[in-house]
């Protein structure tokens, strides 16, 4: 089981108590944690108990994509209802859901058959979502990511601004000073490629538009008997499907130097499930220019999102830092693959 230690205090806003698994008609045998839930063993089996910081008209909105998706992909998690046919249950001024276990292995990016399977198994995910609709405007994100990518320029210039008023600068501050005009015009030149690319128009299109998982990392995609499995769609939105083929890519090529190659495994076998338009390839590849991992520290470390250490960022602000060359080339080569 993986516990990190940055879980622990969330953990302990836990309650266990035994009448709150009786809620869900659950006998309880067992309570490990795992990242920043629960695994339960049950007399109905594992389970996983997830306290939801989220509205609940958020959790219907989750709850009403997985029923959708269901009908025609069936390799996602389950919620577990209660005895009052109700996804949650609110114990102690909290809400907690409970969600069957999914059997399997956590997806290996180093491994190639597991990589196969996850993009294959995205491309079928994305196809069972198509025509899902929802009244929720915080979750409908077509058409939204220039204005995104424009508050993120304005956000790092903030901290520059920042940065300019410590009289005695971190090493953190010297890094991202050094750097921050450099990825400022990389989002602006995504902007430009986004507009060249016609992504509004891309935005109209009903056949472009799915449910969007929006967190791809190896641990939300479980692999079985060779086929991918999808779990935590806490992220979930309704948006172009390249977005979610963009965080997919971003999550795996971090992981390896920036391997151009990695990206034409994803592609070539998302497209066996799915289809991917030479427009969408244009938006995908100004997506990915964007520089997601510069820009998420940064943000994590000014606004402290993240109860990290100062060594735990700066460790992680070195890291970003060394591999831009490998980024510069690595799209470079995009550009060879996808041409505007």
Request: glycine share 2%; proline share 1%; hydrophobic share 35%.
């Amino acid at each position: 089981m993986i516990y990190r230690y940055s879980d622990k205090r969330y953990l302990m806003e836990y309650d266990l108590c035994i009448e709150l698994f009786k809620s869900f008609d659950l006998n309880v045998n067992d309570v490990v944690p795992v990242r920043n839930v629960y695994m339960v063993s049950t007399d109905k089996g594992e389970k996983i108990l997830k306290k939801v910081e989220y509205t609940i008209e958020e959790l219907n909105f989750i709850y009403d994509v997985l029923t959708y998706i269901k009908s025609k992909f069936n390799r996602i998690v389950s919620f577990v209802k209660n005895k009052d046919r109700n996804i949650y249950t609110i114990w102690n001024g909290n809400m907690y859901c409970i969600m069957d276990v999914v059997d399997g292995t956590e997806c290996n990016f180093y491994n190639p058959m597991d990589l196969i399977s996850a993009s294959k198994g995205l491309g079928e995910l994305h196809k069972a979502s198509e025509g899902f609709k929802s009244s929720l405007a915080s979750k409908c994100n077509s058409g939204k990511t220039i204005d995104i990518y424009k508050r993120r320029i304005q956000e790092m210039e903030f901290f520059k601004n920042i940065v300019k008023i410590h009289e005695k600068k971190t090493e953190f501050d010297e890094l991202f000073i050094k750097d921050a005009d450099y990825y400022i015009d990389q989002i602006k030149h995504s902007i430009d490629m986004l507009n060249n690319a016609g992504y509004y128009k891309l935005c109209s299109e009903d056949d472009k538009i799915v449910v969007c998982h929006n967190d791809l990392a190896y641990h939300n995609i479980i692999i079985s008997n060779g086929e991918a499995y999808f779990i935590d769609f806490d992220y979930a939105s309704v948006d172009i499907k390249v977005n979610d083929l963009c965080n997919f890519i971003n999550k795996v090529i971090k992981n390896f130097a920036f391997d151009i190659d990695k990206v034409k495994v994803i592609i070539e076998n998302y497209c066996k499930t799915n289809t991917v338009s030479k427009r969408e390839l244009k938006v995908l590849t100004a997506m990915l220019n964007f520089p997601y991992d510069f820009y998420t520290i940064s943000r994590d470390y000014y606004t402290r999102r993240k109860e990290w250490d100062e060594n735990v960022f700066l460790d992680r602000m070195r890291k970003k830092s060394s591999y831009k060359d490998d980024r510069e080339e690595f799209l470079e080569n995009l550009q060879k693959l996808c041409p505007l």
